[in-house]
């Protein structure tokens, strides 16, 4: 499947970080890689293609959809792209800044308990930890339960921070 058929599909930008502006499509080109960088972690979800009629096939649409629904759900901001596997998308997210000022308090909070003094200045590893938890936490404790290859998320293969993709 080509990139332009995939740039066709309704999921494949659900919506940019809040901070950059909106681009064309010409100017993503040029742009990708910095907008990519406001990013907090990449998701690789493996959807299959079917080779006959060259589209997603029914399952993996609906574990892509179950996918995007939960993290905006969990107010994270998702921005679909294709990889250069066909069967593979890049599910780039970022936890919006109320969101993550609301989990930086409450990570206080539990901190304070085990005697870790609260940071005044959250830095970008900080940050990683905050939103991974946010994201692999189980769904009783406010997080999405994201567990890669495993349940209802067994066709997300990797977690990786956008700083190492």
């Known amino acids: 499947m080509s990139e332009a058929e995939l740039k066709q599909r309704p999921l494949q930008s659900q919506s940019q970080p809040q901070d950059q502006e909106k681009s064309s499509p010409s100017t993503a080109a040029v742009s990708g890689s910095s907008r990519l960088a406001s990013f907090d972690f990449v998701l690789k979800a493996e959807i299959p293609v079917d080779p006959k009629s060259l589209t997603y096939t029914k399952e993996a649409d609906l574990d892509l959809q179950k996918l995007v629904k939960a993290l905006d759900l969990h107010n994270f901001i998702v921005e679909v792209r294709p990889d250069y596997n066909s069967n593979y998308l890049l599910v780039f997210v970022k936890l919006e800044d109320e969101a993550f000022a609301n989990l930086v308090k409450e990570q206080s909070a539990i901190d304070s308990v085990f ?17 991974y938890y946010k994201l692999t936490s189980m769904k009783n404790e406010g997080g999405l339960g994201l567990t890669v290859g ?5 066709f997300v293969t990797a977690i990786l921070p956008v700083i190492h993709f």
């Open 115 to 131: 005697g870790i003094e609260e940071v005044e200045k959250i830095t970008p590893a900080e940050r990683l930890r905050i939103v």
């Open 150 to 154: 495993a349940d209802d998320w067994k």
